[in-house]
T-cell receptor, first 108, second 114 residues
Framework: DAKTTQPNSMESNEEEPVHLPCNHSTISGTDYIHWYRQLPSQGPEYVIHGLTSNVNNRMASLAIAEDRKSSTLILHRATLRDAAVYYCILRDGGKLIFGQGTELSVKP | DTGVSQDPRHKITKRGQNVTFRCDPISEHNRLYWYRQTLGQGPEFLTYFQNEAQLEKSRLLSDRFSAERPKGSFSTLEIQRTEQGDSAMYLC????????????FGSGTQLSVL
């Protein structure tokens, strides 16, 4: 079973920042927090991952709470191409277990 | 490198037939994963390999499903005696030992069982 909880859907306006929340209250000390996204008719795509510190890459930023029981994926300026299902995932042994994710819609 | 490749993209079969899917991972990626996804759901883990060794198989996976990765490169997923409930998108992913946290997914094989 997925170990994370996310809202089913969120809406954003184009060129505005988006904050996608995720709760993972049962996280262990060595679990990385992963984010993937899935565009329509495509396989999931890696976005970012982190352990304790906040992380930035060209796609997004990941803000991790001090107690690590929650995290937020930040898209700094949403574009129409960012409309996708975003998955927050913890590793379970050697594999990633996906939940249902958050469906992000972006309005022009 | 063109990424993870899956073949075929679409497969339509009749109930009771056997089907086989192929996945070619990114070159030199030692881990290979199979997932299944139905409409409106997140991908469901099926099994994964490290090189040619199958390290884990989902306990939810029927005995009709078998996967191989004989030379530690490409992998095949076979479903015997297909059922309508097997209709789904079958996704393959690979990762490198240098960065196991980052999986690269293919576009999937869409299976329809009539």
């Amino acid at each position: 079973d997925a170990k994370t909880t996310q809202p089913n859907s969120m809406e954003s306006n184009e060129e505005e920042p988006v904050h996608l929340p995720c709760n993972h209250s049962t996280i262990s000390g060595t679990d990385y927090i992963h984010w993937y996204r899935q565009l329509p008719s495509q396989g999931p795509e890696y976005v970012i991952h982190g352990l304790t510190s906040n992380v930035n890459n060209r796609m997004a930023s990941l803000a991790i709470a001090e107690d690590r029981k929650s995290s937020t994926l930040i898209l700094h300026r949403a574009t129409l191409r960012d409309a996708a299902v975003y998955y927050c995932i913890l590793r379970d042994g050697g594999k990633l277990i996906f939940g249902q994710g958050t469906e992000l819609s972006v309005k022009p | 490198d063109t990424g993870v490749s899956q073949d075929p993209r679409h497969k339509i079969t009749k109930r009771g037939q056997n089907v086989t899917f192929r996945c070619d991972p990114i070159s030199e990626h030692n881990r290979l994963y199979w997932y299944r996804q139905t409409l409106g759901q997140g991908p469901e883990f099926l099994t994964y390999f490290q090189n040619e060794a199958q390290l884990e198989k989902s306990r939810l996976l029927s005995d009709r499903f078998s996967a191989e990765r004989p030379k530690g490169s490409f992998s095949t997923l076979e479903i015997q005696r297909t059922e309508q409930g097997d209709s789904a998108m079958y996704l393959c992913a690979s990762s490198s030992f240098r960065d196991e946290e980052k999986l690269f997914f293919g576009s999937g094989t869409q299976l329809s069982v009539l």
